[in-house]
């Protein structure tokens, strides 16, 4: 599951990301410290589940819910049960008080799961993939927006990925494995280190690939893989 937790307190943020990371079917915490970063971080899509606390600088929890879709499961942490009658009209799936605590953690990720399930058995069959057309990625102190028809190639730096876009680069601090995880369905993994939009792949010559200036190896472990979205006629 990919969690999102926004709070303005930092060690509220760690610890939930800490709680969130020992469970096993946990891909990734993402934080955000004001509501206007999360609201933006929940736009770009990806994200299963949010923590939200009520009280942040800009926008507050209860404006993030107001501007959020309904789609995704909200959890309120608060210091206060002031709103918590409240806060079900905007149908969260829980409301949790801090200090907050390992297993009342553990009980509201069994709630969103449950919603989570309800919401995919009533979903049609038909439903496609993941298409968002923009994403935000934070790029050191800044929230970066990208035109996802922009991106020609992801490579892997360590534990950072580099977006590079049809003009420039956008450096992010998260691993090609998340990445792979969140991004739409244009994107494809092409080798350990690189995954590509195969819409702007220009022509393949054996174990390479040609984007725009760039050329891109291709790992026979991908390869397959990569040919099988590929509207290829032979």
């Known amino acids: 599951m990919k969690f999102l937790v926004a709070d303005d307190d930092p060690l509220v943020c760690e610890t939930m990301e800490s709680y969130l990371l020992r469970l096993e079917d946990t891909n990734f915490c993402l934080k955000a410290n004001d509501g206007l970063s999360a609201l933006r971080l929940i736009s770009a899509g990806g994200i299963d589940a949010v923590f939200l606390d009520l009280e942040m600088p800009g926008l507050d929890g209860e404006s993030v819910m107001k501007a959020m879709s ?12 002031d709103f918590a009658a409240k806060s079900y009209e905007f149908r969260v799936t829980d409301y949790l008080l801090k200090p907050l605590e390992f297993p009342r ?47 020609l190639v992801l490579k892997a ?11 420039g680069t956008v450096l992010c601090l998260m691993t090609m494995k998340r990445v792979e995880e969140i991004m739409p369905d244009d994107f494809v993994r092409a080798h350990r280190s690189y ?14 690939l040609f984007i725009g200036p760039h050329r891109v190896p291709l790992s026979e472990a991908y390869r397959d893989g990569l040919l099988s979205r590929l509207p290829l006629i032979q």
């Open 195 to 208: 995954m590509v939009n195969w819409r702007k792949i220009s022509k393949i010559e054996e174990n390479m």
């Open 70 to 81: 309904g789609t995704i499961p909200v959890v309120v942490i608060s210091a206060s049960a």
């Open 157 to 167: 730096e360590g534990n950072y990925v580099e977006f590079i876009l049809e003009k």
């Open 105 to 151: 953690v553990v009980q509201a990720v069994e709630r969103i799961r449950e919603k989570l399930s309800g919401a995919k058995s009533a979903a049609p069959a038909s439903a496609e993939g993941n298409t968002a057309k923009e994403i935000f990625v934070k790029s050191g102190t800044r929230l970066v927006r990208l035109k996802l028809d922009e991106v």
